[in-house]
């Protein structure tokens, strides 16, 4: 739980530094901030990591991350759908993103 809760954390400081205008430092921290099956089997972190690409613009990135999310967690998709959070704004017009949620 320590270890979840540490790289958990390296998500939330790469958001904050992709908020400062520094998208360089936050790729480094997303990269040292990625779980495995054994710290993170509902594959919460990659949910995060989608979070932080979608502010870096990365949307390729983030279809990818949701995909894997949603194969690991199926119940998740439907709330997905409803999802206004300001975190996705960059990529829900993003075509390879509507077609993942289910948009128009």
Do not use: C
């Not at 954390?9 to 054994?38: E, I, K, W």
């Not at 989608?50 to 998740?76: E, I, S």
């Amino acid at each position: 739980m320590k270890e979840f809760s540490t790289l958990k954390g390296g998500m939330l400081v790469a958001l904050g530094l992709v908020r400062a205008g520094l998208p360089d430092s936050a790729r480094a921290v997303v990269g040292r901030s990625r779980g495995n099956p054994q710290i993170d089997p509902a594959s919460e972190l990659m949910y995060y990591e989608a979070q932080v690409r979608a502010q870096l613009g990365d949307k390729d990135d983030v279809v990818r991350l949701l995909t894997r999310y949603f194969a690991a967690n199926p119940q998740q998709h439907e709330f997905a759908k409803l999802d206004q959070s300001w975190w996705w704004d960059s990529v829900r017009e993003y075509p390879g993103y509507k077609a993942l949620i289910g948009g128009n």
